[in-house]
């Protein structure tokens, strides 16, 4: 009776009252997207109105409406919108959103080694970046009605910034710096570590001292990258000298996560953290906005968020690339079909091809699966090969052989003086399988399995051999990351290039054993 009241008077029981509207207003998205999705155009035209972008692409003449915004306003990669974003770097007012914006969330640019500085606006700042993290929380609660994740500490791993130029009161670096920075102080009361040590830019020494800051407090609940955080819980579980992270941290119950697809690391971590009460809940949060959360534990699909200041846009996979793609509104999507995603925010972004794709599985509501990259694929010889069917073949070969991949990236070895062609994986393990072959055999056969065109190329070794695996050495893939100054924050190893570049530099590092 007495552990009743006390669960009643939790901390979390009254901050989760607040959360209630939010939960309820939520449902829009089961029935309502269209209309919320033309709410989102319309607010985000009218806003830009009077932008140098707004006035060139008529954005008064559009009047809101999703026919008359297409008419005037192209498609844009980065490139296009690059010299527009410098002269917002460098303070100029009113370019591709109104005022001065005075965030840049430097990308990873995992594409090119040419980063990307992409605007957030104090608008995108509140209506997106927040209000994702805000809903994460929301729709926890609501599956998880006995939660106590207030009554202790958030552990939130994020990145580093620096001055951007000479603007005053600008700066540029990882999302995740940027909304530490700007986090409401009242936030901080319940988030570790301290700011000083969250924004420290050198990844090792930062692990450290998270590991040594967070070790002794009672975390509730884990934020971040799946790969940056698994090398900071290791780091704690090394210097507590526990065995599992719940003898450390005895009431964690939740990870919300990101960034980089989590079945690759799902096993590590159900061997890190064994308590039963441990949840996960993916998010599909980048430098350009907040786009998804898994609102359903047992449906690893992610339902896209309508109302916050993202309008997004779909071009089928088959015509990508082309001069004159079909693009359709959210409302105009087929469930099973493979998108490049294109956005428009309220940070600037106008018609924006991000460079991921998703894929629908369900309409009412829009619920989807990142399936990739629209650059990270191999598509060397018609095999079509995506991120998510290198995700699927692993987590099959893991399951075949007991392994367990830390870190990997693949990409094809064009035709030797036979003309024989084949795929080449670089695979990091946390845990070896007894029999490398047996390993290589297994994610070759669920390739096929699972990708006609990487079948039809296999068939009877005539396109393409079976699958060469090099398993490297531990510590390769994060030294060679270091070595790119890429180690921490927004990072993420590119997993599949139909170009040579990523795996020779790897494979160079690794004879030279770094």
């Known amino acids: 009776m007495h552990i009743q009241k006390k669960r009643k008077m939790s901390l979390t029981s009254i901050i989760g009252k607040f959360f209630v509207p939010r939960q ?12 919320m999705q033309r709410h989102v155009l319309a607010t985000l035209l009218e806003s830009a109105n009077d932008t140098e972008y707004g006035r060139k692409h008529l954005f008064d003449i559009a009047k809101g409406q999703y026919e008359g915004f297409i008419a005037h306003t192209p498609l844009n990669t980065y490139e296009e919108l690059k010299g527009d974003i410098d002269r917002m770097r460098h303070g100029e007012a009113d370019v591709l959103w109104p005022g001065v914006v005075r965030w840049y969330a430097k990308s990873s640019g995992t594409t090119n080694d040419k980063s990307k500085f992409i605007p957030v606006s104090r608008q995108g700042l509140k209506d997106t970046h927040y209000r994702g ?97 698994l090398s900071v819980l290791t780091r ?11 003898e450390v941290w005895p009431n964690l119950e939740m990870f919300f996560h990101g960034g980089v697809a989590f079945t690759p690391y799902r096993k590590q971590y159900e061997q890190l953290i064994t308590s039963p009460n441990m949840h996960y809940m993916e998010t599909y949060n980048a430098s350009e906005g ?9 449906d690893k699909s992610m339902l896209l968020m309508l109302d916050y200041g993202v309008f997004y846009e779909f071009i089928p996979m088959d015509e990508f690339g082309r001069e004159n793609p079909t693009v359709v509104p959210l409302w105009g999507v087929e469930t099973g079909k493979n998108y490049a995603m294109v956005i428009s925010t309220s940070s600037g972004l106008w018609r924006y091809i991000i460079g991921d794709t998703v894929m629908f599985t369900s309409v009412n509501p829009y619920k989807f699966l990142i399936t990739g990259r629209t650059k990270h694929f191999i598509n060397a010889f018609g095999e079509e090969l995506i991120v998510d069917n290198a995700e699927q073949g692993l987590a099959y070969a893991c399951q075949q052989t007991g392994a367990q ?104 590092m690794k004879n030279e054993e770094y």
């Open 133 to 229: 993290g805000q809903d994460a929380v929301a729709m926890y609660l609501a599956n998880n009605p006995k939660s106590r994740i207030f009554d202790g500490r958030a552990l939130i791993l994020g990145g580093s910034h620096s001055p951007n130029y000479n603007v005053a009161n600008s700066i540029v670096g990882d999302l995740s710096a940027i909304l530490i920075e700007n986090i409401n102080p009242l936030a901080n009361l319940v988030r570790v570590p301290k700011k000083q040590t969250a924004l420290i830019s050198d990844f090792e020494l930062k692990r450290d001292r998270i590991a040594r800051e967070t070790m002794t407090k009672n975390v509730t609940n884990i934020s971040g990258v799946p790969s940056w955080m």
């Open 290 to 298: 907040f786009f998804g959360l898994q609102n359903d534990p047992s």
């Open 405 to 508: 991949v830390l870190e990997y990236t693949a990409a094809p070895v064009f035709m030797n003086e036979e003309g024989k062609c084949r795929h080449q994986w670089l695979v990091e393990f946390s845990k070896e399988p007894d029999d490398l072959a047996l390993f290589a055999q297994a994610l070759d056969r669920r390739l096929q399995e699972i990708n006609s065109d990487y079948e039809a190329k296999r068939y009877k070794n005539i396109t393409l051999q079976p699958l060469e695996l090099i398993k490297a050495c531990p510590g390769l893939f994060e030294q060679w990351m270091k070595k790119r100054g890429k180690l921490g924050g927004q990072n993420k190893v590119p997993r599949l290039s139909n170009s040579r570049e990523y795996i020779e530099q790897l494979l160079k």
């Open 236 to 246: 704690v579980i090394e210097l507590s000298g526990k065995s599992h992270l719940e």
């Open 24 to 35: 309820q207003e939520l449902e829009r998205h089961n029935d309502e997207g269209e209309a």
